[in-house]
């Protein structure tokens, strides 16, 4: 029966080790270049972390501009931070809500809405009496050259999720 | 605006905006141990109130790097020398210059003091990042910048 058994010569012998750790090798290059490549699909779950529950229910979002401050995470570098951020919520007349950034496009002061008894409907900026009308564009002859950011947003479950500041072109 | 590379290019280019500077002044000592805690305490929220001023009125007001004094030295030798910081802030110029603290011992020297001083009541917090001291700090902080703007 010995001598059915199959013989592997020295030659074969070496191939097949030599094939085993080619490919291993080749293996250990490509599989970082795999996942760098599909990395993006990845990703897209992990990027909606970005918007924050802000602790506002829809149903208490009214017609009037009500100021919600939250923190986010926040890693720069090695410094990691929890800075505030803040927004005005309303709803507009056909029941959309509008989250506005309040930092004013002049020089970064916080804007409030109705902060001077003489402008009535209008955000103001205490600093330099900078204004703008409820929708966040800024009036011609106060210093800002720009309408106030917009919040991006979502509704999850009957709650407020508020995400990055998008700025707007000058008015 | 603070103390930092990007703002003070901003400043630069703003001047005529900037009008205002608050200077922080925060004791340090370390012979008592027994207000070691107090003392700390006192200069992270003291830190934290000072930011939030600044980031409601962030476009007309310079926050000033922070002052140490010794808490038990000679508080006239320091005024002396704060007012030397609020001459040289005075003369870019700024119109405005508040001194923000915590230290009620100041109020006896506030006739000889050249900026205005804003004296706030401390408080002590177990945790100063907790949610209810920062809300008490956000309603103090609303009061303050409406102080500010009385000057205005």
């Known amino acids: 029966m010995s001598e059915d058994k199959q013989q592997v010569s020295r030659r074969q012998f070496l191939n097949y080790t030599l094939t085993g750790v080619g490919g291993f090798m080749a293996a250990g290059m490509l599989a970082p270049m795999l996942r760098m490549a599909i990395d993006p699909v990845l990703q897209s779950t992990s990027s909606e972390g970005e918007f924050v529950n802000v602790g506002l229910a829809v149903e208490d979002i009214t017609t009037t501009p009500q100021r919600v401050d939250w923190q986010i995470e926040q890693v720069d570098g090695w410094y990691q931070s929890k800075p505030g951020r803040s927004a005005w919520v309303y709803k507009d007349d056909n029941g959309n809500i509008i989250a506005l950034s309040p930092v004013c496009t002049h020089l970064g002061c916080v804007v409030s809405w109705e902060g001077n008894d003489s402008h009535p409907n209008e955000f103001f900026c205490p600093c330099h009496d900078g204004r703008y009308t409820k929708d966040g564009v800024n009036i011609p002859g106060t210093p800002p050259l720009a309408p106030l950011a917009t919040y991006e947003q979502k509704v999850e479950n009957g709650i407020l999720y508020l995400g990055k500041a998008i700025s707007r072109k000058g008015a | ?152």
């Open chain 2, 1 to 152: 605006m603070q103390w930092i590379k990007k703002d003070m290019e901003l400043y630069v280019g703003s001047k005529e905006y900037i009008d205002t500077a608050i200077i922080p002044i925060l004791p340090f000592q370390m012979s008592q141990e027994g207000n070691l805690s107090k003392s700390t305490s006192k200069r992270e929220i003291l830190s934290i109130f000072a930011t939030e001023i600044e980031n409601e009125l962030s476009g007309r007001l310079l926050l000033i790097p922070n002052y140490y004094y010794l808490e038990y030295g000679d508080k006239v030798e320091e005024m002396e020398r704060l007012n030397k910081w609020t001459k040289e802030i005075q003369a870019q110029p700024f119109k405005h210059v508040f001194v923000l603290t915590f230290d009620s011992g100041w109020k006896r020297y506030e006739k000889d003091m050249s900026a205005n001083l804003l004296w706030l009541p401390g408080f002590q917090a177990e945790n100063p990042n907790s949610d209810e001291l920062r809300q008490m700090i956000r309603g103090q902080v609303s009061d303050v910048v409406e102080l500010i703007r009385s000057y205005w």
